[in-house]
């Protein structure tokens, strides 16, 4: 038995909705196997600056330092995708997390639910028993970089920057989870082109000599976006920068479906941050229709990683694989043979998930 705490942050969008759905989740498990799990919420993102004119106000910033845990849902609002000009960002709340909590390992799961084989648009016969593990890093990159405008504005620039010991952590990292699965790493850069490609190259090939029980391979990031689509079950540890990682990723949610499905861990010295890939999805917020599986399962990783209740987490990914062998699905998941009755709203799936917990 153990008490946490765990800081709700939904953010924008859909955030709200998969969030509270999530929490219901861990409420289900403390009570299950005994725990007690205290909660507060945050702000972040565009409700942040609508609330406070700053994205991450300091006080979210402060209860996040003190929590044991963050379930995040989303940041982003079409205003400012729609003005490039603006100041202040959502988005900038996101980054300032990431930086001020020293999460520099973003770890997303790409695990296909055999039941979802129909929902991707890849042939399933590619798909089936495709199991991937990428290792994002998340504070270093273009995203962090010096940025600007000269030339009166007409001429804009970002400094992509990395130092070797931000490579270096983030490789170990994938090195020890390769250990733990079937001993391959895929390390992706640019280092036919670009300067800190190279150095990531030659950090991860220094970092291998620790780890020779680990076959390693390096791939070019173009010939690895077109391996993921045509024989993802290739790939066992993916690491690669942020700005890769982030593609790479979004592309590899048509492994699991759909991006509803995906749940992801940003970790590193401190406080873990578990969360959805995909977004704030604005154009489907207070319909009730968002599919929550990816905020359940993002919970089901904060269990595991931040709190190591493997049997908690391991009860929370068999409830989500038993109500997608029972046929519920949402939306983004559903496909033509899919009954009526079967496709569920928000709330619906959440409920079913809870009856298997």
């Not at 799990?37 to 209860?63: C, M, Q, R, W």
């Not at 700005?243 to 759909?258: C, H, M, R, V």
Request: glycine fraction near 8%.
């Amino acid at each position: 038995m153990a008490t946490k705490h765990i800081l709700i942050v939904p953010g924008d969008g859909i955030g709200q909705e998969v969030t509270a759905v999530g929490k219901k989740v861990l409420d289900k498990i403390a009570a299950k196997f005994g725990h007690t799990f205290t909660y507060d919420e945050a702000l972040i993102g565009h409700v942040a600056i609508e609330a406070t004119g700053n994205p991450l106000p300091d006080e979210s910033l402060e209860k996040m330092r003190k929590s044991d845990a963050v379930l995040f849902g989303a940041v982003g609002h079409p205003k400012y995708d729609n003005d490039p000009s603006a100041k202040v960002r959502p988005e900038q709340g996101l980054l300032k997390m990431r930086k001020e909590l020293g999460l520099y390992a973003n770890l997303r799961p790409i695990k296909l639910f055999d039941e979802l084989l129909g929902a991707s648009s890849i042939k399933p016969e590619i798909l089936k028993g495709a199991d991937i593990l990428f290792f994002r890093e998340l504070t270093g990159d273009i995203y962090f970089g010096e940025k600007g405008r000269k030339n009166n504005g007409d001429t804009a620039y970002d400094i992509a920057e990395y130092s070797r010991y931000e490579v270096e952590r983030i490789a170990r990292k994938a090195f020890d989870a390769a250990r733990t699965r079937r001993k391959k790493l895929c390390s992706v850069d640019k280092a036919n082109v670009i300067e800190t490609s190279r150095l990531w190259r030659e950090v991860v090939q220094k970092v291998a000599l620790e780890y020779p029980d680990v076959e390693v391979e390096h791939q070019f990031v173009d010939a690895t976006a077109m391996l993921l689509i045509k024989d993802p079950r290739r790939f066992d540890v993916v690491v690669t920068a942020n700005l890769f990682g982030d593609i790479l990723t979004d592309e590899a949610s048509q492994i699991a479906g759909s991006m509803g499905m995906l749940a992801s861990a940003s970790i590193g010295d401190g406080t873990g941050v578990y969360e959805p890939i995909h977004g704030s999805a604005h154009d489907i917020t207070g319909k009730g229709v968002a599919n929550p599986l990816a905020s359940i399962l993002s919970a089901a990783l904060l269990l595991d990683i931040s709190f190591g209740m493997k049997a908690e987490s391991e009860a929370v990914i068999s409830a989500v694989d038993g109500v997608l062998k029972a046929g519920f699905r949402t939306g983004d998941i559903a496909d033509k043979q899919t009954p009526a009755d079967k496709i569920l709203g928000t709330n619906a799936m959440g409920e079913e998930v809870l009856k298997l917990l």
